[in-house]
């Protein structure tokens, strides 16, 4: 049964006229009686009968009206949950970014666009490099953040927007006691070459910068938690990478830059394809923001 042609019917059975029926549904008044007419055929039963007075409904006319009733009602109730659903939805925004950044800008974006939106709430999730790119491309966040190293080819995701927003410079920490603790300018990475090392479990590109320097390192830890990992070099258990972004966090480590050469990364963020939440342009400008600022200060 074609549930347009019953709501129809409903309301033509209503109004008892088809000429108020069409004014009601904005339609014409022959397209308001062809609709009836089919479904009166699709039934196969008379559902009105003509008379002087009006039209009056057959006993499946009213039997039909009742269920028409229950159809209208639950479409309207449908209608009433998903604009509610809609309505909440707009105010909460699903953010999946690396952990580097949940540590240390996002936080400061976020209390920015909080300042715009106060009701908006952001579910944030840390992303691992190796699952950002399915979970993002799934619609599991409708802004995403994330990272690739800068000598490689830039990194484009099936139609999503990328949206570039600064380098991060990997330095090295060292435990305070370290002979080069006390170093001035950029040392060579050579220079860690007999030196324990603490490495990301998923930044193989940092290895490869041990590589490049002339040494594969003698890894005695790995790690991707920026807390375990100053605590390793701070109690003088090796040395290790350390992200310009969480330099503020890494007290009682002794950090130097290295050369020959530097290692960066791109951080970027991510709009999905297609449909977008409609505060998703908000949360990249104040990334963009936060973004400038801490170029600015480096």
Known sequence: MDPRRLLTFRTVARERSFSRAAETLSLSQPSVSHQVALLETEIGVRLLDRERGGLRLTHAGEVLLEHADHVAWRLQLADTQITDLAEER????????????????????????????????????????????????????????????????RREFQGAQRIDLF??????????????????????????????????????????????AGFDPRIVATTSDPLA????IARGL?????????????????????????????????????????????????????????????
């Open 167 to 212: 380098q991060d410079t990997f330095l090295v920490g060292l435990p305070p006691e370290h002979r080069l603790a006390g170093a001035s300018g950029p040392v060579s990475l050579a220079k860690f070459a007999k030196d324990d090392w603490i490495v990301p479990s998923t930044e193989g590109f940092l290895i490869q910068a041990c590589r490049d």
């Open 238 to 298: 090796g040395v290790g990478w350390v992200p310009s972004l969480l330099i503020e966090e890494y007290s009682g480590v002794a950090i130097r830059p290295v050369k020959d050469p530097m290692r960066r990364r791109d951080i970027y963020a991510l709009l999905p394809p297609g449909d977008r939440h409609p505060l998703a342009k908000h949360v990249i400008d104040a990334l963009i923001e936060t973004a400038a600022e801490l170029n600015a200060a480096a």
């Open 90 to 153: 707009r105010d909460q925004m699903r953010l999946g970014s690396f952990p580097t950044a949940l540590a240390s800008f996002v936080p400061s974006a976020i209390a920015r666009l909080r300042l715009a939106h106060r009701d908006l709430r952001i579910l944030l999730s840390d992303v691992t490099a190796n699952t950002l790119e399915p979970r993002f491309l799934s619609g599991e966040f409708d802004v995403a953040v994330g990272y690739q190293d800068a000598t490689t080819e």
């Open 229 to 232: 990992t100053r605590g390793l």
